[in-house]
Structures are given as C-alpha cells and as structure tokens.
C-alpha cells in the first residue's frame, strides 16, 4: 500500500527490514545500544560488528539513549548505508506517557534522518513486540507522527517493514482511517 504525502511516499509492506534497499532503516533498540532480541538482533546479526563498534563510540561519548530519543550510526554491511537506532517505550498500561514517548522516538529518527541529509527511511513496528505497546494504537500514533513530520519536512519515501501479514493489515488499515 503506498500514499502520497505532498512530494514524498509512504508505504507500507510485509518483509524483513534488515533486507530494505532504503538509504537508512530504524532499529527498536533499548537503552544500552548493545543489540537484543527482535528487530535489534536482527539487524546486528545482517549488518555485522560495524554497528555495534559504532553504537559504543556513541554510548562512551553520550552514556545512554534515552527513550524517545535517536542516534545514527553506519548500516555496516547492510544494503541500508545507516542504521537510526531509537527506544521506543514499554508499555505498562498507558499511564506512563507511552504514547508521547512513541511518538518522539518516530519524530526524532525522522530530525535524525534529516540531519544526515537522508531521503529514504524504512522503519520496524516499535514497541509491538517486546515491549509489548498495543499494535491498532502504535500503528495510528506511528502513521500520525510521520504524516505530520512529512507535511513540514518533505523526504522521498518512508516505508514501513512489517514482520507479519497480520501487523501490515494493521498498518494498513490505519492508513486507511485517515
Ligand atoms: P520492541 O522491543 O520495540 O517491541 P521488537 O523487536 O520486539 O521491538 O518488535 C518490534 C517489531 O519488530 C515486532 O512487530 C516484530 O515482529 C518486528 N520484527 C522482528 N524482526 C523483524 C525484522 N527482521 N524485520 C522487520 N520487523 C521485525
């Protein structure tokens, strides 16, 4: 499913995004930068241990990536020439300024990409796996922050990866909704 927002694309399909031919793709990651399970693993585990050399420069010159916030580092050996790691939240519940939280950690990739010059962006479902955020609500906050980043700060394409058939319907649906 693709739609236009004023000049640039979104769209939406199922797939492995450690294999997406876009100028950058989002990592989920947590806090220490230093790989996990999921989306995290995969990644580290297709683009080899340039990313994760990458991602301590950055840990011992800033500490930590707090969640909502971005970092850049090298796609290493992946198709993908950088790798944006962002933290999503954890759900509990919906109490804890999830939502917001979410929405920056689209927002800030996108203010990343940009910074870098970047024109085309594959990003995950953040926090729908392990960190267990309510997918029919991740997928509406997700295509909202990046329509409204895309109607300010135009890029050539967004794409969505998602893992399943089910998540992509999701997606699509709340593309659909707006
Ligand atoms: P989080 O901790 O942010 O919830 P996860 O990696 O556990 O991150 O899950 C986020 C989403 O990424 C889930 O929908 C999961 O199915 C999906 N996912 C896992 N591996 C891949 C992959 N190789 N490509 C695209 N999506 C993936």
Redesign the pocket.
């Known amino acids: 499913m693709k739609i236009n927002i004023g000049t640039s694309r979104v769209v939406l399909v199922q797939?492995?995004?450690?294999q997406a031919d876009t100028e950058a793709i989002v990592n989920?990651a947590?806090t220490s930068l230093m790989g996990?399970?999921?989306?995290?693993?995969?990644?580290h585990r297709a683009g080899g241990p340039k990313i994760l050399a990458a991602c301590k420069a950055i840990v011992s010159r800033q500490g930590r990536c707090p969640t909502g916030e971005a970092v850049v580092t090298t796609g290493g050996d992946l198709k993908a020439k950088y790798v944006i790691h962002t933290v999503?939240p954890?759900w509990s519940g919906g109490d804890r300024g999830e939502r917001e939280l979410l929405a920056k950690a689209y927002r800030n990739s996108l203010v990343a990409a940009r910074q870098k010059g970047i024109r085309s962006v594959a990003f995950?479902?953040?926090?729908?796996?392990?960190?267990?955020?309510p997918?029919e609500e991740a997928a509406r906050i997700a295509l909202g922050t990046v329509r409204e980043f895309l109607e300010e700060h135009p890029l050539a394409e967004v794409r969505f990866?998602?893992?399943?058939e089910t998540?992509l319907h999701v997606y699509a649906a709340a593309l659909r909704e707006r």
């Open positions: 797939g492995d995004i450690t989920a947590n996990g399970g999921g989306v995290d693993g995969a990644i999503g954890v995950p479902s953040i926090s729908t796996g392990a960190y267990r955020f997918i990866v998602l893992f399943s998540d």
